[in-house]
């Protein structure tokens, strides 16, 4: 079970008093997929905050308590496994086929029907699509790919400079809400789409093909040129742009081809978690 064999790393890292690991295949792929960690030689070093980030991985994308043994699942079946891990991720099964995840802005209430919801913050709604589209009342729709981004909006401080009042979707992941069933979302709807993603080309891929979509969500070009200097995910980003060039290379939205410029010259990939708890990111 890849994913297993991946949260019982993160696991390690994360309870070890340890703060160098050797690299590998495995572990080269997690500190690129999440950002996480600063390559040393033949080592990855890992912070005191960057095993923090690692606790909320580990909590937010697989349900999991940072302080389980990573043991936990040796010896058990893959259906025991799956109850034991609360996470959908170790079952083939798409249990929310037709629904789709939604909250708003923090401080701003979701528009369903003529009801007015304040959720509270980290929460979110799970509901059938179609009674979504049909109910919906936001005049346009923040699209969120990364769920710890989409789940941490309150602490995500370049979501306060969205405009209006967006009903937030989040895109959907490999186990859980289907990305189609996001995309089908936002046709139905039919409003102004404005786009939070990874900074690689795969992030910009999803935005500039997006149903309806009106604007992207970016940081400044000096906050962004620091965060892909402190970043070792040159990886990520040759095996995304290889499949990705020639579409990116003729983007003709502004603010994509901003992005894309940065990127290309930083040869490297920023996860969107980056902006969790960044509060200077119009610089």
């Known amino acids: 079970m890849q994913a297993l064999a991946s949260l019982k790393k993160l696991l390690n890292i994360y309870q070890s008093e340890k703060n160098l690991f050797k690299r590998s295949r495995q572990l080269n792929g997690l500190c690129d997929e999440y950002g996480i960690g600063q390559m040393v030689g033949a080592m990855w070093q890992f912070t005191q905050a960057d095993k923090a980030r690692i606790g909320v991985v580990i909590r937010n994308t697989w349900g999991v308590d940072p302080e389980t043994p990573p043991d936990a699942w040796d010896g058990l079946s893959r259906h025991e496994a799956v109850q034991h891990g609360g996470n959908e991720k170790y079952s083939k099964k798409r249990l929310r086929g037709l629904r789709v995840a939604i909250k708003s802005l923090p401080g701003r209430p979701l528009l369903l029907g003529g009801m007015h919801y304040a959720l509270p913050p980290g929460t979110n709604l799970d509901v059938d699509r179609q009674w979504v589209a049909e109910h919906c009342r936001h005049e346009s729709v923040l699209l969120i790919e990364n769920w710890e981004n989409f789940e941490l909006t309150e602490q995500t401080p370049i979501l306060g400079s969205v405009l209006?009042?967006?009903?937030?979707?989040?895109?959907?992941?490999?186990?859980?809400?289907?990305?189609?069933?996001?995309?089908r979302l936002l046709k139905d709807l039919g409003l102004p789409v404005i786009a939070f993603t990874d900074y690689d080309p795969e992030g910009l891929a999803i935005a500039?093909?997006?149903?309806?979509?009106?604007?992207?969500?970016?940081?400044?070009?000096?906050?962004?040129?620091?965060?892909?200097?402190?970043?070792?995910?040159?990886?990520r980003y040759r095996e995304q742009i290889v499949q990705k060039r020639s579409?990116?290379?003729?983007?003709?939205?502004?603010?994509?081809?901003?992005?894309?410029?940065?990127?290309?010259?930083?040869?490297?990939?920023?996860p969107?978690?980056?902006?969790?708890?960044l509060s200077n990111w119009q610089a």
């Open 247 to 270: 579409m990116l290379e003729a983007l003709d939205d502004p603010e994509l081809k901003r992005v894309f410029e940065i990127i290309k010259t930083a040869g490297k990939a920023l």
């Open 272 to 277: 969107q978690e980056r902006m969790i708890g």
């Open 164 to 183: 209006g009042n967006p009903l937030v979707v989040f895109r959907g992941a490999p186990g859980g809400y289907k990305t189609d069933s996001a995309n």
């Open 208 to 235: 500039a093909t997006l149903p309806f979509f009106s604007h992207y969500l970016a940081p400044g070009t000096r906050c962004l040129e620091k965060l892909f200097s402190q970043l070792s995910t040159q990886r």
